[in-house]
């Protein structure tokens, strides 16, 4: 499959060394390039891009994930949005339950039962505990975790080495600060910050 990345970051370049991750380790999948949706927005370290439209999302902010898939997917009606996910990745695959255009980096691990919504973004050295529910559009930056029975929902950010304890929710569109320990249900919409962790 020749894949085409939209957004020209860091976060693009990542969705491209987990596609040719992929293609080494013997899926049939290829980057051909970038594409992003306004070229004036381009900085001088951004990947060279091929046009305004694409495939796999390479872009780290939950809402402009959640937005774009979906003005694709009216667009492009049809389009396959394939699940990308790197061969060290390592959870129970077959009581897992994925959505379409995932992002699963290198050495997420994961146990048995997980959810995962369509366009979540699970970077490098994630933990996901037996059934976890991880919601359309989640982004979990690096080495962050939820313990098992967690409940991220709708376009939920958890930042870097940030945990959230068992059993708990994470309303939509909330954001975990890095390093945070979440100890208590977060309301929709807020901003949870340090240990423990406490509305910002």
């Known amino acids: 499959m020749r894949i ?3 957004g020209a970051a860091g976060q693009a370049r990542d969705t491209a060394y987990l596609i040719d991750a992929m293609r ?7 980057c051909i390039g970038f594409v992003v949706s306004d070229l004036a927005t381009l900085g001088p370290n951004d990947s060279t891009v091929l046009g305004d439209e694409g495939i796999a999302l390479g872009i780290g902010s939950p809402k402009a994930r959640l937005a774009v ?8 009606e049809g389009a396959e949005w394939p699940n990308l996910v790197h061969p060290r990745a390592n959870m129970e695959w ?12 290198d050495s997420v691990v994961g146990t048995v039962n997980i959810t995962i919504g369509d366009f979540a973004l699970l970077n490098p050295a994630v933990t996901l ?3 976890a529910d991880v919601g359309p559009g989640c982004v979990m930056n690096h080495a962050s975790g939820i313990s098992g029975g967690t409940v991220l929902e709708r376009g939920v950010l958890v930042g870097t080495g940030a945990r959230v304890l068992q059993y708990l929710h994470v309303g939509e569109y909330s954001r975990i600060g890095a390093g945070a320990v979440v100890t208590k249900n977060v309301p929709p919409q807020s901003t949870y910050v340090g240990v423990p962790a406490r509305p910002l």
């Not at 898939?69 to 492009?76: D, I, K, V």
């Not at 994925?98 to 980096?105: A, E, N, Q, R, V």
């Open 94 to 105: 077959k009581t897992s339950r994925l959505g379409k255009g995932i992002c699963i980096s």
């Open 24 to 30: 080494q380790a013997g899926a049939p999948t290829t």
């Open 69 to 76: 898939a979906t003005r694709l997917s009216e667009r492009f």
């Open 129 to 131: 505990g037996h059934e």
């Open 4 to 6: 085409v990345v939209i």
